[in-house]
């Protein structure tokens, strides 16, 4: 685990680093294949469940579907989002955070920025447990979404977010919708790599969520970049389907015993 964490902060500088998000172990396959992280977001909120934000998400469903994912994983870096309310404080964060990491084997566990929680980080850390921070547009503490970093002000609130990130000892940081001079500003300020997402190419890598990226979740804004519309292809087949049972064209003789 620790070699994979090591291997990850080497490529600062050097190559891009690719991550995408899965909840599922045949998704996770996939993507190990190409992927330096694969991150167990709780974007499963909305993108599964179906719920307006990711707060409804708890560390059951968490745990659930990161066990699914990482029957999957060979050799990328497994993260998995701790859900909103289970770091609130120091003492929790450590209590759930190992749950998490016994239950799955997870690589590391990512939280969300909060007033001083890079505490919370530190805490983990010294605990043994390697953090991903995040910053910039954290759904499970903002209500409206914004591009920050924006203003000077705003960068300079969010460069010092990271290196306090930085010094409470995560080895990576998610800048989430961050202007590009903000992304740039901080990626060359902290010695951990930078992830992100609407944040530009400034960053030492990206990472979508992976139903966005493949068109089966709905919802596109401009930082999503559609790669595949599977919903179209989805739906053909079970158009296909529909009429062949109706026609009693399938099951044939190959599908039967
Ligand atoms: O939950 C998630 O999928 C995330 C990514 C968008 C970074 O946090």
């Not at 909305?46 to 699914?68: A, C, F, R």
């Not at 590391?108 to 910053?135: D, Q």
């Amino acid at each position: 685990m620790i070699n994979k964490i090591k291997n990850i902060i080497k490529k600062k500088n050097k190559s891009k680093i690719v991550s995408l998000t899965a909840y599922s172990k045949s998704i996770a396959k996939i993507l190990d294949k190409h992927c330096d992280i694969v991150l167990v977001g709780d974007s499963m909120a909305n993108v599964l469940y179906g719920h307006k934000n990711t707060h409804k998400i708890n560390l059951e469903n968490i745990i659930q579907h990161t066990k699914s994912v990482k029957m999957g994983i060979k050799k990328s870096l497994l993260v998995v989002d701790l859900p909103k309310g289970t770091y609130k404080n120091a003492k929790t964060a450590e209590k759930n955070a190992k749950l998490v990491c016994k239950k799955t084997g997870c690589d590391a566990v990512k939280l969300e920025s909060y007033k001083n929680n890079f505490r919370i980080i530190k805490k983990l850390v010294k605990k043994k447990i390697p953090v991903m921070g995040h910053i910039g547009y954290t759904p499970q503490f903002k209500k409206k979404f914004k591009i920050e970093g924006q203003k000077k002000s705003e960068i300079k609130k969010l460069l010092n977010e990271a290196r306090l990130i930085e010094k409470a000892g995560a080895f990576s940081i998610v800048l989430e919708c961050i202007s590009s001079k903000a992304a740039r500003i901080i990626t060359n300020n902290v010695n951990i790599p930078t992830i992100g997402i609407g944040s530009s190419t400034n960053c030492d890598g990206q990472i979508l969520v992976t139903d966005d990226m493949l068109g089966i979740s709905g919802f596109y804004p401009k930082f999503v970049k559609k790669y595949a519309n599977l919903n179209r292809i989805i739906e053909k087949a079970v158009k296909k389907y529909t009429r062949e049972v109706k026609l009693k064209k399938f099951p044939t003789n190959k599908n039967i015993f």
